[in-house]
């Protein structure tokens, strides 16, 4: 039987100030995050659900409605474990050049990236994926996922309110600039590539 652990922050809970500050890191992973691992634990107590893995989990949830309390819960660990390592502290890497080959050039991807966090209404993530053989950029509403629709996530961000209301207030579209300019790990989009 699993339990589903706390995933640890690749970096220090103040690490990615002044972009995103200590406290919002400590409100998001420490109680958003723990909350979502400690409903799901709770829901599959007892549940064919405890014999298998996360990921599994969600595809199996993502097919029967009658789960759907387990399907977001685990999404969303699967969702906020992809985000936050995603991003990275003073990190001095470089976009991939299959993205700059598939969106013409670097201000062009992050044009249509920015447009489409912004753009979601309500909650959810905004995300480049492969789908097939393409690239793309979607959005999901609430904890949708796109490893429930068979598409391989890349890259994501995160734009509930919890994620950026405490230092950004509602200038969603600044947090959204930020964050590709200042804290996407463009190495962990590469490896994800790979994939
Ligand atoms: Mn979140």
């Not at 994501?156 to 919890?162: A, F, L, M, Q, S």
């Amino acid at each position: 039987m699993f339990t589903i652990e706390q995933f640890p922050l690749p970096y220090a809970t103040d690490a990615l100030a002044p972009y995103i500050s200590q406290e919002t890191i400590e409100t998001h992973h420490g109680k958003h995050v723990a909350t979502y691992i400690d409903n799901l634990n709770k829901l599959i107590e007892n549940t064919p659900y405890e014999e298998i893995s996360l990921v599994d989990i969600i595809q199996v949830a993502s097919k029967n409605p009658d789960d759907a309390k387990i399907f977001n819960n685990a999404a969303q660990v699967y969702n906020h474990d992809f985000f936050f390592h995603g991003m990275c502290p003073k990190c001095d890497t470089k976009i991939p050049q299959e993205i700059i080959d598939a969106f013409g050039n670097e201000a062009n991807f992050k044009a249509q990236f920015k447009n489409a966090a912004t753009s979601l209404f309500g909650s959810g993530y905004t995300w480049l994926v492969r789908d097939g053989d393409q690239l793309r950029i979607i959005n999901t509403a609430n904890a949708d996922t796109p490893i429930a629709h068979n598409m391989t996530p890349i890259l994501t961000i995160d734009v509930w309110e919890h994620s950026y209301y405490l230092d950004y207030k509602n200038k969603r579209a600044d947090f959204i600039d930020t964050f590709l300019d200042n804290l996407v790990d463009w190495n962990f989009v590469s490896e994800n590539l790979k994939q």
